[in-house]
């Protein structure tokens, strides 16, 4: 059974809108990480775990998990 509003419309599912913020987000991030890693911040400004570049492992996790979450939870996947 699939859920419907007032109107007999089917409802989209939060966990489709949450895999479109993670997808975003993890764009934003993973695109600063890369140029992070082309244009690298002089040594005195650094963080302390620079060298393992944090931005673009969590940016692409985080993409590749928005993008299941959207794919998954897409609306018209839904029967």
């Known amino acids: 059974m699939s859920p419907e509003t007032a109107h007999g419309k089917e409802s989209i599912s939060i966990w489709f809108f949450i895999g479109i913020s993670l997808l975003v987000n993890g764009v ?12 690298p911040p002089p ?9 393992y570049h944090a931005s673009l492992w969590w940016g692409a996790i985080l993409a590749i998990l928005g993008a299941i979450y959207c794919w998954h939870f897409a609306p018209s996947r839904n029967p």
């Open 43 to 51: 040594p005195d400004v650094r963080v302390v775990l620079y060298q």
């Open 28 to 39: 934003i991030i993973l695109g600063a990480g890369i140029y992070e890693l082309i244009q």
